[in-house]
């Protein structure tokens, strides 16, 4: 199993960045794909980026987020730059392996125009 605690969420105005970050416990974390989902009021969750050999993004943010990791730390990380009110979301932290599939608890992203 893998627990996962998001951070770093927060109030900021359009343009302006945030970085995200999820500590993970629970081995082996290297063997798990870790990405970044978020869910918008009224909307369902969404995929935001990917990692594991190779990053992959959603066209939305491609350009503006990066997606990273540091497997010595437990971490995965997102880098959000140009922040738009569109981005307004809950942010998760997933880690995924086979059949096994592990959620945070969510951070909070408000971007305000």
């Known amino acids: 199993q893998v627990q996962l605690v998001e951070s770093g969420g927060g109030l900021v105005q359009a343009g302006d960045s945030l970085t995200l970050s999820c500590a993970a416990s629970g081995r082996p974390f290297s063997s798990y794909a870790m990405g970044w989902f978020r869910q918008a009021p009224g909307k369902e969750r969404e995929f935001v980026a990917t990692?594991?050999?190779?990053?992959y993004y959603t066209d939305s943010v491609k350009g503006r987020f990066t997606i990273s990791r540091d497997n010595a730390e437990n971490s995965v990380y997102l880098q959000m730059n140009s922040l738009k009110p569109e981005d307004t979301a809950v942010y998760y932290c997933?880690?995924?392996?086979?059949?096994?599939?592990?959620w945070g608890q969510g951070t909070q992203v408000t971007v305000s125009s």
């Open positions: 997933g880690a995924h392996r086979f059949l096994d599939t592990y």
């Open positions: 990692i594991s050999g190779r990053t």
